[in-house]
Nanobody
Framework: QVQLVESGGGLVRPGDSLRLSCSASGFILGVYAIAWFRQAPGKEREGVIC????????YHTDSVKGRFTISRDNASNTVYLQMNSLKPEDTAIYYC?????????????????WGRGTQVTVSS
């Protein structure tokens, strides 16, 4: 079955760094655009950052510019989200999503596959 699995979340302190992984099975991740979304308690799911088929990145949330970086390793069928200088407002469940058209589109409904999410908590 087609599946995306996020990992790497946890409890960290403000200013810490964390790297999330999104591992794909059942399809070739390298021909998809992969986006990271996040959803905080009581909030709507929001797009954070996306990597295109051509490995360009697009920021969907201004607050993470200069702090978050997305990359992919096609050999391991994995996309990463490097998060630096974490802030309490980054606390959320982080999801990865794949678009078969290889484009970083807006709107969660446009993505074909979703992971179940990994919890990131930034707290003192």
């Amino acid at each position: 079955q087609v599946q995306l699995v996020e990992s790497g979340g946890g409890l960290v302190r403000p200013g810490d760094s964390l790297r999330l992984s999104c591992s794909a099975s059942g399809f070739i991740l390298g021909v998809y655009a992969i986006a990271w979304f996040r959803q905080a308690p009581g909030k709507e799911r929001e797009g954070v950052i996306c990597i295109t088929l051509g490995d360009g990145s697009t920021y969907h949330t201004d607050s993470v510019k200069g702090r978050f970086t997305i990359s992919r390793d096609n050999a391991s069928n994995t996309v990463y989200l490097q998060m630096n200088s974490l802030k309490p407002e980054d606390t959320a469940i982080y999801y990865c999503a794949a678009d078969r058209h290889g484009r970083c589109v807006t709107g969660a409904a446009l993505y074909d596959y979703w992971g179940r999410g990994t919890q990131v908590t930034v707290s003192s």
